[in-house]
């Protein structure tokens, strides 16, 4: 077997500009990177499975990021793709990376286990679409208005601390749209969001002004599908879509229901929900004029 090239496994840090650990993102990077080094070897996923006596189904879930990356398997499948001892240690100390806690994990008291995922997934993507029917994105809350919707349901004075830590959760899940390199954000509201009132008055002039601001970012793109469309098709609930930099590296939505969550990367899956996602568009207004309903939602509440 020959001895692989200098740069047959590349540095994953152009995939990872992001200031706060994410060990998702870096676990994403590393499958691509297997993906990548096993077309460079010639090898399909049945006959890897077959050289290292696992299923081809394995090197699938290793390749498409969906488990956790164990040291023994990559060293085996790097050795198996050529790479030299110098390159298979660099990989693997990315593997043990891979396995320490994100920065969300200060909040697991009040972090759902099926939420997990999906923070670290939103951080690493590069294109976010989503979909609302009757809340604002949570990465375009303001406090106030975050407070309110985490405050619901909650009726006991212990549950202060709770909504406390729901709010600082979700303000800091928006420092991502803050980044050197933010995502692309791409959102659609039902016209029924704007009407919602989950605040008083004044908290929610705020959180249309705010929207507005947010809405004129250049990676930043809010359209309003108003009442009146009439050949809407939706999926009838909240959706995202989340698209990655490693183009090797499988799309991903996002179904979140009341109590878990459902995380769908088949190919026949993902294309369902972006066909749902562009069919919106002929629904949709306009971003001048998406931008000007929030704006005149503002001046109702005010």
């Known amino acids: 077997m020959s001895v692989a090239q200098p740069d047959r496994v590349p540095r994953v840090e152009q995939y990872l500009s992001a200031p706060r650990h994410n060990?998702?993102?870096?676990?994403?990077?590393?499958?691509?990177?297997?993906?990548?080094l096993r077309v460079a070897a010639g090898m399909s996923?049945?006959?890897a499975g077959d050289k290292l006596r696992c299923s081809?189904?394995?090197?699938?879930?290793l390749e498409r990021g969906v488990v956790q990356l164990k040291e023994r398997d990559v060293a085996d499948l790097l050795g198996l793709y050529g790479a030299d001892a110098d390159?298979?240690?660099?990989?693997?100390a990315l593997v043990r990376r891979s396995k320490e806690s994100g920065w969300w994990q200060q909040f697991e008291d009040v972090l759902p286990k099926w939420f997990d995922k999906f923070i670290?997934?939103?951080?690493?993507?590069?294109?976010?679409?989503?979909?609302?029917?009757?809340?604002?994105?949570?990465?375009?809350?303001?406090?106030?208005?975050?407070?309110a919707v985490a405050a619901t349901g909650s009726r006991l004075a212990e549950d202060q601390h709770v909504v406390d830590r729901r709010v600082a959760l979700r303000l800091a899940r928006q420092e991502l749209l803050n980044y050197p390199?933010?995502?692309?954000?791409?959102?659609?509201?039902?016209?029924?969001?704007?009407?919602?009132?989950?605040?008083e008055q004044k908290v929610m002039c705020t959180q249309m002004l705010h929207l507005a601001d947010m809405?004129?970012?250049?990676?930043?793109q809010v359209q309003i599908i108003p009442f009146a469309a009439s050949e809407c098709v939706t999926s009838g609930f909240p959706l995202t879509y989340l698209r990655f930099a490693p183009q090797s590296l499988p799309d991903i939505v996002y179904l979140e229901h009341v109590r878990d969550?459902?995380?769908?990367?088949?190919?026949e899956d993902t294309e369902h929900y972006r066909s749902i996602l562009d069919g919106l568009l002929n629904s949709a207004e306009s971003r001048t004029a998406s931008l000007q309903r929030i704006r005149d939602a503002a001046a109702r509440y005010s």
Do not use: H, M
């Not at 791409?186 to 989950?198: D, N, S």
């Open 181 to 199: 390199n933010p995502p692309k954000l791409w959102v659609f509201l039902e016209e029924a969001v704007l009407y919602r009132q989950v605040a």
């Open 56 to 61: 081809d189904s394995k090197i699938s879930r």
């Open 261 to 267: 969550a459902v995380y769908l990367d088949k190919k």
């Open 87 to 92: 390159e298979i240690a660099e990989f693997l």
């Open 45 to 47: 996923p049945i006959s």
């Open 215 to 220: 809405a004129q970012r250049p990676n930043i």
């Open 120 to 147: 670290g997934l939103q951080e690493a993507a590069s294109f976010i679409r989503t979909y609302e029917v009757l809340l604002v994105p949570g990465l375009l809350q303001t406090p106030e208005y975050a407070r």
């Open 23 to 36: 060990p998702t993102a870096l676990r994403l990077v590393l499958a691509s990177q297997l993906r990548r």
